[in-house]
């Protein structure tokens, strides 16, 4: 597991919440005042361009005059009010919005590592399905404890009684244009995929992440690739780990757990 990644403490992650909560309150409100101004300004558009087919500009009546050059004006004053008023938000989100994105990426980073830990190391595979292949079930079943979003489709499946094999093989027809792979879990931050060994070499890391990477170069949006094995070579050994991985460049985010009969313990997370 990395070392060098910032641990947040309690202050400054309940800091980090309270910043964007206060941001998305005022881009609610932003958004609330550019869609009601637009549609203003839609509407008296539109009523300025139908007292203009509708009469000959010659023959306009001090009313309809007066009309044209109030709405005109209107629009000159909303359409500089609007920067106006969103002009803080605007910066704010400019400067500070990549810092804070940073920070909560950071503070999930954490939040996942001690849920894996404690999710992996300490609860039992649990079979939901019986009908399904029991691999499948328990690795899907552990990482909806890990990640909401596999959460949110761990309940669905579960609730339409779709084992995790059929789940599998539903999805594999969508993503024909992934390697071989034993499970895709496609949630709203993107895939999940689980790939099964039973002895693992760090050149099977390398080799599935290049091909996965190929995909995801290709439109393939994946989030997180989660290595499972029961047993790893001399090449996992801490100290070697460590510094491989470190030095494995990679986008997406690679999980490597170990399945014994017991149950899971995490090797490395991302």
Same mark, same amino acid.
């Not at 300025?48 to 109030?70: H, M, Y």
């Not at 760090?202 to 290595?227: L, M, P, T």
């Not at 801490?238 to 690679?254: A, I, S």
């Given at each position: 597991?990395?070392?060098?990644?910032?641990?947040?403490?309690?202050?400054?992650?309940?800091?980090?919440?309270?910043?964007?909560?206060?941001?998305?309150?005022?881009?609610?409100?932003?958004?609330?005042?550019?869609?009601?101004?637009?549609?203003?300004?839609?509407?008296?558009?539109?009523?300025?361009?139908?007292?203009?087919?509708?009469?000959?500009?010659?023959?306009?009546?001090?009313?309809?005059?007066?009309?044209?050059? #109030?709405?005109?004006?209107?629009?000159?004053?909303?359409?500089?009010?609007?920067?106006?008023?969103?002009?803080?938000?605007?910066?704010?989100?400019?400067?500070?919005?990549?810092?804070?994105?940073?920070?909560?990426?950071?503070?999930?980073?954490?939040?996942?590592?001690?849920?894996?830990?404690?999710?992996?190391?300490?609860?039992?595979?649990?079979?939901?399905?019986?009908?399904?292949?029991?691999?499948?079930?328990?690795?899907?079943?552990?990482?909806?404890?890990?990640?909401?979003?596999?959460?949110?489709?761990?309940?669905?499946?579960?609730?339409?009684?779709?084992?995790?094999?059929?789940?599998?093989?539903?999805?594999?027809?969508?993503?024909?244009?992934?390697?071989?792979?034993?499970?895709?879990?496609?949630?709203?931050?993107?895939?999940?995929?689980?790939? #099964?060994?039973?002895?693992?070499?760090?050149?099977?890391?390398?080799?599935?992440?290049?091909?996965?990477?190929?995909?995801?170069?290709?439109?393939?949006?994946?989030?997180?690739?989660?290595?499972?094995?029961?047993?790893?070579?001399?090449?996992?050994?801490?100290?070697?780990?460590?510094?491989?991985?470190?030095? #494995?460049?990679?986008?997406?985010?690679?999980?490597?757990?170990?399945?014994?009969?017991?149950?899971?313990?995490?090797?490395?997370?991302?």
């Amino acid at each position: 597991m990395p070392n060098d990644e910032v641990d947040f403490g309690f202050e400054e992650t309940k800091s980090t919440i309270l910043d964007y909560f206060l941001m998305f309150q005022e881009v609610k409100w932003a958004v609330i005042t550019t869609i009601g101004t637009s549609i203003a300004l839609i509407l008296l558009v539109i009523g300025l361009f139908s007292i203009i087919l509708n009469a000959n500009l010659d023959s306009l009546e001090a009313n309809q005059i007066g009309f044209l050059v #109030f709405g005109l004006g209107i629009i000159l004053v909303l359409s500089l009010l609007l920067p106006v008023y969103n002009g803080d938000l605007f910066f704010k989100t400019i400067t500070k919005g990549r810092r804070q994105q940073r920070e909560l990426l950071a503070i999930q980073s954490n939040l996942i590592r001690r849920s894996y830990l404690m999710n992996f190391e300490l609860v039992e595979p649990e079979i939901v399905i019986k009908e399904g292949d029991p691999k499948l079930e328990k690795v899907m079943n552990h990482l909806s404890f890990v990640f909401p979003e596999v959460s949110r489709i761990n309940k669905k499946r579960i609730g339409k009684e779709m084992s995790a094999e059929q789940y599998a093989k539903k999805f594999k027809r969508k993503m024909h244009f992934l390697r071989n792979y034993d499970l895709g879990i496609k949630t709203s931050t993107g895939w999940f995929v689980v790939q #099964f060994f039973d002895k693992v070499k760090f050149s099977d890391i390398e080799e599935i992440v290049r091909k996965f990477s190929f995909d995801k170069a290709v439109g393939a949006n994946i989030q997180r690739i989660i290595i499972v094995g029961k047993v790893f070579d001399s090449s996992f050994e801490k100290e070697k780990l460590e510094e491989k991985m470190n030095e #494995f460049k990679r986008k997406e985010h690679v999980d490597i757990i170990l399945e014994d009969q017991f149950g899971y313990s995490t090797v490395w997370i991302d």
